[in-house]
């Protein structure tokens, strides 16, 4: 097969040029003892960037209410329950008085936790209702001081994630605290809160933050969150009081003003493609982050090990959120989709722990991670016929086997296409994995392969634009707080303003076209579709302005040659008002 020499990997982004509003932080070394955070980040951040999975756990006396206050059931994310119901701070006081969660075991949680494959537990130690779950000689209103319970979860967990060797992480909000004077957030009783934000910062927030890093042993990092309109000199000084109590730990990107060790995505939001440097996704298991007890809508364990799959092969690590009751036992749903994605992970940890990113583009089958002389190929979609195509690959290869059960597949080539030959699928598989031994320096072709025989979705972070045609990211919340967030392409007015997707085929093939788009304007604003001498025209409709509604739009059936490699070009037909904002093209097979 002929060699090439290409990028192993497509196109990445850094997290530092590609997320505007975050960079590293370079300390000055005479005033702060964890040197320049650009040299320290790569041995700080090791730990961070092997483990791949973590815990998240929302728990606080927003728990205890359970998403109701005063008989009414308010969806959405139940932690902001006290902002939502616009509860007066004496009145929310009331729940710390009831709070007792005797069923707490942190042992429990962090066992958990371990099977399940996770590495490290983040676990809000004060969230924007101002209430600390720990003891804190900052404020009484604490778990150890307010309430009959009485004890520190936070130091209980933290000897048992010692114990149990997982990393231990503490979520601290410090703009937004309901409960004071100057904490941001309580505009119904304390409306000129900004005039004293900087006293709450010196006498609540920075005490607070200085003792989860001095009272519970190493930290691994602080997850800050909703910075808010703090100046930059104020996020400066919590990393330094971080660096200065604990150098080794971590601080995320949520402290604000383009400071931090790693980049925490908005909620619910996957990325485009292979983000370089450190970098989380965040996830919960049902519409919230705290505990609500008519919250049944739970993702299934197929959609969270798809999400942790997808999140490794762009790079990235996994955080997946759980809510205790206030009783201090995590649901029943989460406990038994852990323990299914445990035993899936534990199979499989090779190809999760220390991977690198997929070097291969978009593969319609499923993901991929790597590391030095091994491609790890997650199947999610098999294909009817059971032939894994992996295309573009010029590096030779010694064995493919089948991780969970050790089986050698048989393997084939056609060109640089690798063809693995893979069983029948097990019943109720959440994913087969098969690992590829290769040898000498992997070798990849960045062009992307249509799959034979599956849905292939070309996505605006392949495309290459020109004109005034360009990326645009949009989110919105369904129920409150349950972000959404959507990549599109859009600018598109004149006849110059296009995307191209480049791709190739493996054989002669027609595939049905569909679009998925939003689009404010009247219906009949027309594009055309161009694949060679193959044209579709489009009549783009209207979908309203609220930015859910989308259309999936099929326009047609192109006949594409093969094989061989394609342009499809897409653009307005004349000039006029935006065609759409695009969020996919979709290719299926044509039968």
Not at 282 to 290: E, I, R
Request: charged share 20%; net charge negative; glycine share 10%.
């Amino acid at each position: 097969r002929a060699q090439r020499r290409t990028s192993v990997h497509p196109p990445r982004r850094r997290a530092e040029d590609g997320f505007p509003g975050w960079t590293k932080h370079e300390q000055d070394p005479k005033t702060s003892s964890g040197g320049s955070s650009m040299e320290a980040a790569p041995s700080r951040t090791a730990w961070f960037t092997e483990a791949k999975f973590g815990m998240f756990i929302h728990w606080g006396l927003y728990a205890q209410a359970a998403g109701l206050w005063q008989g009414r059931r308010y969806f959405g994310i139940g932690e902001w329950l006290m902002h939502r119901a616009q509860v007066p701070v004496a009145e929310y006081e009331t729940l710390a008085a009831q709070f007792n969660p005797r069923g707490f075991e942190a042992r429990e949680w962090v066992a958990i936790a371990k099977a399940a494959g996770m590495k490290y537990i983040v676990i809000t130690a004060k969230h924007h209702d101002g209430f600390a779950m720990f003891h804190s000689q900052a404020s009484p209103y604490n778990i150890v001081e307010a309430t009959p319970f009485g004890r520190d979860p936070l130091r209980e967990l933290a000897d048992a994630c010692a114990e149990a060797g997982l990393r231990l992480g503490f979520y601290y909000s410090q703009w937004q605290d309901w409960h004071e004077p100057g904490g941001a957030g309580n505009a119904w009783e304390f409306p000129n809160s900004a005039e004293h934000f900087a006293e709450y910062f010196e006498t609540k927030c920075k005490p607070q933050v200085g003792e989860l890093l001095t009272n519970y042993g190493p930290i691994g990092l602080i997850w800050f969150d909703t910075p808010g309109a703090m100046t930059r000199e104020q996020s400066l000084e919590l990393v330094d009081l971080v660096r200065s109590r604990q150098p080794d730990c971590l601080v995320s990107s949520r402290v604000g003003n383009d400071v931090g060790d790693f980049l925490d995505l908005g909620d619910h939001e996957l990325p485009a493609e292979v983000i370089e440097g450190p970098w989380e996704a965040l996830f919960t298991h049902n519409d919230s982050w705290g505990y609500v007890q008519f919250d049944q809508n739970w993702r299934s364990t197929r959609e969270l090990l798809g999400i942790l799959l997808r999140v490794n092969g762009k790079g990235g690590n996994f955080l997946l959120n759980v809510g205790p009751t206030g009783e201090g036992r995590l649901p029943e749903a989460s406990v038994r989709a852990l323990q299914r994605i445990g035993s899936w992970v534990h199979a499989n940890q090779e190809a999760i722990y220390g991977s690198t990113p997929s070097p291969f583009p978009e593969l319609a089958w499923g993901e991929c991670t790597a590391k030095p002389g091994a491609l790890y190929l997650h199947v999610l979609t098999p294909p009817d016929d059971r032939i894994l195509r992996v295309p573009g690959l010029a590096s030779g290869v010694r064995e493919a086997r089948l991780m969970d059960a050790g089986t050698e597949l048989p393997f084939a080539w056609e060109g640089d296409d690798l063809l693995i030959t893979l069983p029948e699928p097990s019943r109720g598989s959440l994913a087969s994995t098969v690992r590829v031994s290769c040898e000498g320096e992997l070798d990849v072709d960045p062009t992307r392969t249509l799959m034979p025989g599956l849905a292939n979705t070309l996505a605006p972070a392949e495309a290459n634009v020109c004109g005034q045609t360009r990326r645009g990211k949009h989110s919105w919340m369904e129920e409150f707080g349950d972000w959404k967030h959507l990549r599109t392409l859009e600018g598109w007015q004149e006849p110059c303003d296009a995307a191209e997707w480049t791709f190739r085929t493996v054989a002669p093939t027609e595939v049905r076209v569909t679009l998925t788009y939003s689009r404010s304007g009247p219906a009949g604003r027309v594009g055309e579709m161009c694949v060679a001498d193959e044209v579709l025209w489009i009549e783009a409709q209207n979908t309203g302005t609220e930015p859910r509604h989308r259309f999936s739009h099929t326009v047609g059936v192109l006949r594409l040659n093969g094989p061989g490699v394609h342009i499809l070009h897409l653009a307005p037909t004349e000039p006029g008002d935006e065609l759409f904002r695009l969020d996919a093209v979709t290719l299926e097979p044509f039968a």
